[in-house]
């Protein structure tokens, strides 16, 4: 099948095509298994490959190129996100809105994680997997989003500030200055989704708290969206200390990386202990993200998974 694939902007079609047509080997490579070959041509771009193949290409050039109308500075994460909506079109991907720039997943794992942070359902969420597939990220997100609708009146976030253990003493300065280097991940998802002033200013009011663990002890939190960070890289008490603050109104989501715990050998990780004992239990929501999700660098995927492989051959062996 052969097909030309038009934009309705004739302006965006270089950057629908990318620097060296790299956008257009993207395509290429991710449909390769349907034949498909991508060429800039005119006024627009020739499609030829199976018929599959073809009509998943021009469903993602489309909503890539309306993603780069609103953001010109999208690129490959944007087009694999929508290929990959592309291929399963029943899919709901939902766009979290009225932010700094509007939120969109990019994978199929990414659109069900952000239904159960937007929905009623689930009051507890668990979000592991590896780095780079935005299960932080998206809940800062609908976090700084629940400030703004108003569903929550406070955004609180905590998470371990130094291998669970949070030895702060050696480090320079008070305690915010210690956390501080721990905690700027965090402020910069804020920055991304509310902008730097919007984001300081509740910091200053208070609206929104980043804090380490310890500051979560003795606290009821309520009518607040919580979530945790590193989950990991808590202990059991700890764990059961923060899940046990959540208070009227509130929501929480556990985020964390069950390949990356950083706690001695001994010591069980409260991530794993929770995914555990809360499998089933009414309100309690879980997404489990996957190499396959990463969007960071391509590379990043594949070092990924050669370090899953280099683990699953130590327990096979």
């Given at each position: ?17 990318g620097p060296n047509h790299k956008n257009l080997l993207l395509l290429e490579a ?104 935005g299960k932080t990220f998206l809940a800062v997100a609908a976090g700084a989003a ?37 905690l700027r991940p965090i402020w910069d998802a804020l920055d991304e989704t509310l ?123």
């Open positions: 099948m052969s097909q030309i694939w038009e934009p309705r902007d004739a302006a965006l079609l270089q950057l629908v095509c991710e449909l390769a298994d349907g034949d498909l070959k991508a060429e800039s041509q005119g006024g627009g771009i020739r499609l030829q490959g199976s018929d599959d193949a073809v009509a998943i290409a021009e469903l993602a050039l489309t909503s890539f190129e309306a993603t780069l109308a609103k953001n010109p500075d999208a690129g490959l994460p944007a087009l694999e996100g929508a290929i990959e909506q592309a291929r399963t079109p029943e899919q709901s991907y939902k766009t979290l809105t009225g932010l700094k720039t509007p939120i969109k997943p990019q994978t199929n794992t990414q659109a069900k994680y952000l239904d159960l942070l937007t929905g009623t359902k689930n009051d507890l969420i668990f979000g592991v997997g590896p780095a780079g597939t629940a400030l703004k609708n108003k569903s929550a009146a406070k955004l609180i976030i905590t998470r371990p500030a130094v291998e669970a253990g949070e030895n702060l003493g050696f480090l320079p300065g008070d305690l915010e200055e210690k956390v501080e280097p721990y902008g730097a002033d919007q984001a300081g200013r509740l910091r200053e009011k208070r609206i929104i708290e980043v804090a380490p663990l310890a500051f979560m002890r003795g606290r009821t939190l309520k009518n607040a969206f919580v979530i945790m960070d590193e989950a990991q890289n808590s202990t059991i008490a700890q764990m059961k200390m923060v899940l046990t603050r959540l208070g009227r109104d509130s929501r929480m989501v556990v985020t964390g990386d069950p390949g990356q715990v950083d706690l001695p050998k001994n010591q069980p990780s409260g991530l794993a202990h929770a995914l555990r004992i809360l499998r089933g239990v009414e309100g309690v929501g879980r997404v489990t993200f996957s190499a396959n999700d990463v969007r960071r660098h391509a590379l990043v995927s594949r070092v990924i998974k050669a370090y899953d492989a280099d683990d699953q051959q130590k327990r096979d062996d």
